[in-house]
């Protein structure tokens, strides 16, 4: 069922990175820049090219085992040009506490999180 899931998952991801490609007046994920969780600034443009799975997750909630499964597809297409992004979110009821730090040491820990 979660391979199912991903791979659905990335293959609308795919589709969506393709018609915003095609579409010149829509701003690209390129155009951005975020804070990674070490405080430096990461700039999407660094990606272009790149497959881009973006994942809102949290530590502490039931889907968390989507953790294995994320990073089982990163090691798989990696090399092929796929990054998975994960960005930690606390909105929900407190699902994801902790410093970066320790959100980062519990995913590497835990999951064998490698991925950004």
Known sequence: MRKVLATALLSVLIALIAAAQNNSNMAKIY???TTSNKGAEVD???FEGKVLMIVNTASKCGFTPQYDALEALYQK?????FVV???PCDQFKGQEPGSN???AEF??????????
Do not use: M, W
Request: proline share 4%; with cysteine.
């Open 31 to 33: 155009d951005y820049k």
């Open 44 to 46: 999407f443009a660094q």
């Open 77 to 81: 297409y990696k090399d092929q040009g």
């Open 85 to 87: 992004l994960g960005f």
């Open 101 to 103: 730090e320790e959100i």
């Open 107 to 116: 995913c590497r820990l835990n999951h064998g999180v490698t991925s950004p």
